[in-house]
């Protein structure tokens, strides 16, 4: 059992990051929602605190009172065991609370757990404090790759600012790691630390030999597909995909700008001449299948690139697998609104591997499965190839 003295500053730590990732924000940018998978920062910074509040503070404080009685239905997000809520395409119509308020709201509700805190906790809560916390990391992520696409989108390309480095170069030479045909473990084993649901019912799978890359793929390499026709030739993309190409005119990744015959890229640090040596980023699953298969090659599933991960560097892109989310062997989901986390999102999506340069501290591991819809890339993603 984690000390108590840990938990408080563990979970002190998380909420001040979060914060910090906003502090190059104008009040004007807080608000913005430009499609309806970008949420604005405000509400990502009211619903992490609505979510200690409504799951830690109202049913076990004794005597708390609620900040305001509006902002469960504001900042709930999917938990429809927790009453109604704004429609998530609305969340930049909501010019009310305003900023200041919002982090009135914080402020609120961080002194309310640190009182609630200063005594033991049950390990029951202990791990609804914990599922809290790393709900706030991930929401860290989302924070700035929405951040991104907010800047991203506007046409003055603004910078966030000048220490985002998410273009780190590998600097290391290629090679094709050998797996040997046999049983392999997949899942969360280590009792001691957190991990979702979603790992859990660590189960044996049997793969064949496989080959899987030491490195993901550059810039320059993708930008080899793009010049070889990748994006017209439709022998290599799924029907789906094809389709989702020809109808969003889809032929670079996200953020590319073609200016002058000059390949630029959008990144947290403005504008910039694309680095070619630089892991490739902001790709759909159709576009890194797209790929694989121009390259003869596949993506790996994630149980490839679990018994694998130990032989290379990962964690500076989210890496698309070849594995639909499903359930592992024996998968339950706890009953009521914590059970909404993770098991109702297990269709139409695939599993995403690693992390990347926005994913927080003390959050990734070997066994996280991160997933997202075939079309969606405003993450950092890319691939690593497997044969």
């Known amino acids: 059992m984690i000390t108590t003295d840990t ?13 910090n990732i906003c502090k190059p924000l104008e009040i004007e940018d807080y608000v913005v929602q430009p499609i309806i998978d970008v949420s604005p920062p405000k509400w990502h910074l009211g619903h992490t605190t609505w979510f200690f509040e409504e799951f830690i503070l109202k049913p076990h404080k004794k005597g708390y ?5 509006d902002f469960a239905f504001v900042f709930n997000s999917y938990y429809e065991n927790v009453g109604k809520r704004v429609i998530r395409n ?12 919002v982090y009135d709201y914080r ?7 640190k009182d609630f805190l200063s005594e033991e906790i049950s390990k029951e809560l202990e791990e609804i404090l914990l599922i809290g916390i790393h709900h706030e990391k991930q929401h860290q992520e989302l924070l700035i790759t929405d951040i991104k696409y907010i800047f991203g989108n506007n046409p003055l390309l603004p910078k966030y600012n000048d220490l985002f480095s998410e273009n780190l170069s590998q600097n290391f030479q290629q090679e094709w790691i050998d797996m040997k045909e046999g049983i392999y473990e997949i899942g969360h084993t280590n009792s001691d630390e957190f991990c979702y649901d979603n790992e859990l019912g660590r189960h044996k799978v049997y793969l064949q030999n496989y080959k899987i890359s030491s490195k993901l793929i550059t810039n320059a390499e993708y930008l080899e597909f793009i010049n070889a026709g990748g994006y017209k030739d439709f022998n290599l993309w799924h029907a789906e995909g094809w389709d989702w190409v020809k109808q969003n005119d889809i032929a670079m990744p996200m953020y590319w700008h ?9 990144t947290l640090k403005g504008l910039q001449k694309i680095n070619l040596e630089a892991p490739l980023s902001h790709i759909s699953y159709y576009e890194a299948f797209a790929f694989a298969q121009w390259k003869n090659c596949r993506l790996p599933t994630e149980f490839e690139w679990e018994a694998a991960q130990q032989f290379f560097e990962w964690g500076s892109r989210w890496e698309w697998t070849e594995s639909a989310y499903l359930p592992y062997p024996g998968y339950t989901k706890a009953p009521g609104a914590i059970g909404e986390y993770n098991g109702k999102f297990m269709v139409n999506q695939k599993v995403l591997r690693g992390g990347s340069v926005a994913t927080s501290p003390k959050h990734t591991r070997p066994t996280y499965r991160n997933f ?12 690593r190839l497997a044969k």
Do not use: C
């Open 7 to 19: 938990l408080v500053s563990f979970f002190l730590e998380t909420r001040e990051h979060t914060e």
């Open 372 to 383: 997202f819809q075939t079309n969606l890339r405003w993450q950092f993603t890319g691939l």
């Open 65 to 69: 009172q609620l900040f305001h009685e």
């Open 107 to 113: 402020q609120y509700v961080t002194n309310e757990m």
């Open 258 to 266: 073609n200016i002058d015959e000059e390949w630029h890229q959008y």
């Open 90 to 101: 609305d969340r930049g119509n909501l010019s009310r609370p305003g900023v200041a308020k």
